[in-house]
Antibody, heavy 117, light 112 residues
Framework: QVQLVESGGGVVQPGGSLRLSCIAS????????MHWVRQAPGRGLEWVAC????????QYVDSVKARFTISRDNSKNTLYLQVNSLRPEDTAVYYC??????????WGQGVLLTVSS | DVVMTQSPLSLSVTLGQPASISCRSS???????????LNWFHQRPGQSPRRLIY???NRDSGVPDRFSGSGSGTDFTLKISRVEAEDVGLYYC?????????FGQGTKVEIK
């Protein structure tokens, strides 16, 4: 079955950096677009970034452009999110999500990133 | 950005009774491929979201048939024909046609 396992979260000071990872299994990772979606504590869902199957097309929400970088290594079935210049408002659970039928069909369990001094 | 507005934001329903959630968008989002990428998700407390409906009315595998999606243009609806205890939680609509993809605020469903 489809499994997406995120890791790399933690507590970071404002202005700091971190790299989130997502290891995929149970499906052909290399043919799927992948996304990151976040959810601040007690808040709703916010789409963050997307990369198509081969990395040739990337999209970001405006609030993270120039600070976050999505990437993937298809040989390792792994999706990444490099997060730089972190702000307190970036505090959230970050979900790794597969794209099927132009939508978000399979979600990881999420990883918590806390930005605090 | 396409703004997705859900109503109501909170719903208290008696077991076995129907429930309906509305999702309205600030503009139409028919993709150039002809599809309308309107999706519904359910998030139980402490869990990751789960997709229920994609492309307006297509139920995901394993989703009970008491869930149905409908609508067109800028007006969409998720209906639960008979609410069960496991249906509690938050429901989100989301458009996946125009970047950035955008979610509604969420509707909290609880049992009366």
């Amino acid at each position: 079955q489809v499994q997406l396992v995120e890791s790399g979260g933690g507590v970071v000071q404002p202005g700091g950096s971190l790299r989130l990872s997502c290891i995929a299994s149970g499906f052909s990772f290399r043919i799927y677009a992948m996304h990151w979606v976040r959810q601040a504590p007690g808040r709703g869902l916010e789409w963050v970034a997307c990369m198509n199957f081969d990395g040739s097309d990337i999209q970001y929400v405006d609030s993270v452009k120039a600070r976050f970088t999505i990437s993937r290594d298809n040989s390792k079935n792994t999706l990444y999110l490099q997060v730089n210049s972190l702000r307190p408002e970036d505090t959230a659970v970050y979900y790794c999500v597969r794209d099927a039928f132009g939508s978000l069909d399979s979600w990881g369990q999420g990883v918590l990133l806390t930005v605090s001094s | 950005d396409v703004v997705m507005t859900q109503s109501p934001l909170s719903l208290s329903v008696t077991l076995g009774q129907p429930a309906s959630i509305s999702c309205r968008s600030s503009q139409s989002f028919v993709h150039s491929d002809g599809n309308t990428y309107l999706n519904w998700f359910h998030q139980r407390p402490g869990q990751s979201p789960r997709r229920l409906i994609y492309k307006v009315s297509n139920r995901d595998s394993g989703v009970p048939d008491r869930f149905s999606g409908s609508g067109s243009g800028t007006d969409f609806t998720l209906k639960i024909s008979r609410v069960e205890a496991e249906d509690v939680g938050l429901y989100y609509c989301m458009q996946g046609t125009h970047w950035p993809w955008t979610f509604g605020q969420g509707t909290k469903v609880e049992i009366k």
